[in-house]
């Protein structure tokens, strides 16, 4: 399959591929994130929004959201969960906006399908662009030398007389910048069962590379993967939450 096949083909499932996910909770962390360090503006930007989740709490909150995302099928979603949202097709390692945003999110460790390291080197150039004086960029990110190729998450849920199993899981050979993001999907149906794999490259870079390339357009602050309260990185966990502030001169 193509890196995008399977989103694309299996779009309508993919709300049920997340059904374990707290979106509310993300959300919320990344507002609280933005009033703490943001310049207290409204206007929010999802980069790879999928079919809309996040945006939905964010409305919530009062913001004024839109959405990129590189799959239309998920877009069409969002517009339907979402109506007074604004989904842009688009790279996320490429775009303008016309208007700059307060708040720019990206969830699910989306920022590494960026692919390579120039990819999210321009993807963040891109966003330190796309942001407001004071304007705050929030992300969740692995490193590649916590992965533990061995370790998988697996739920299943029931839909429509059918139970679907959803898998997932990181790969990183242990060198060079490409890591692979793992996913199966199987669908039973009385006694038929169909099965779904994809592998997704992802970039692949330690949490100091990426502060590194972050710092000449962010002040940078790392904290540990919780939503439910904010505490500072242990330098030794794999996942952590980075809530990066833009510098009027990038260097």
């Known amino acids: 399959m193509s890196d995008n096949a399977l989103y694309t083909d299996l779009s309508g499932y993919y709300d049920l591929m997340c059904a374990d996910i707290n979106y509310q909770a993300q959300s919320n962390s990344a507002h609280r994130f933005h009033q703490i360090f943001g310049n207290g503006g409204k206007r929010h930007l999802d980069l790879a929004c999928g079919t809309g989740p996040h945006i939905q709490h964010f409305q919530y909150e009062g913001y004024e959201c839109s959405g990129l995302d590189i799959n239309q099928p998920m877009l069409d979603l969002a517009l339907q969960r979402c109506p007074d949202g604004l989904f842009t097709l688009g790279n996320m390692c490429d775009y303008t906006t016309a208007e700059p945003y307060d708040l720019i999110t990206c969830f699910l460790y989306s920022i590494h399908y960026s692919g ?136």
């Open 116 to 251: 390579d390291l120039k990819s999210l080197k321009n993807c963040i150039e891109s966003t330190h662009k796309a942001l407001k004086t004071g304007g705050v960029f929030c992300f969740n990110s692995v490193d590649k030398n916590h992965i533990d190729n061995n370790l998988s998450t697996k739920h299943s849920v029931d839909y429509e007389n059918s139970v679907f199993s959803f898998g997932s899981s990181w790969f990183y050979r242990g060198e060079g910048e490409k890591q692979t993001l793992k996913l199966s999907i199987d669908k039973t149906t009385l006694d038929q069962t169909q099965q779904w794999t994809d592998e997704h490259p992802m970039v692949a870079l330690s949490f100091t590379e990426l502060q590194n390339i972050l710092a000449p357009y962010f002040d940078v602050h790392v904290f540990e993967h919780e939503h439910d309260k904010i505490a500072a990185w242990d330098q030794l966990s794999g996942n952590a939450i980075f809530v990066c502030i833009k510098k009027e001169n990038a260097n």
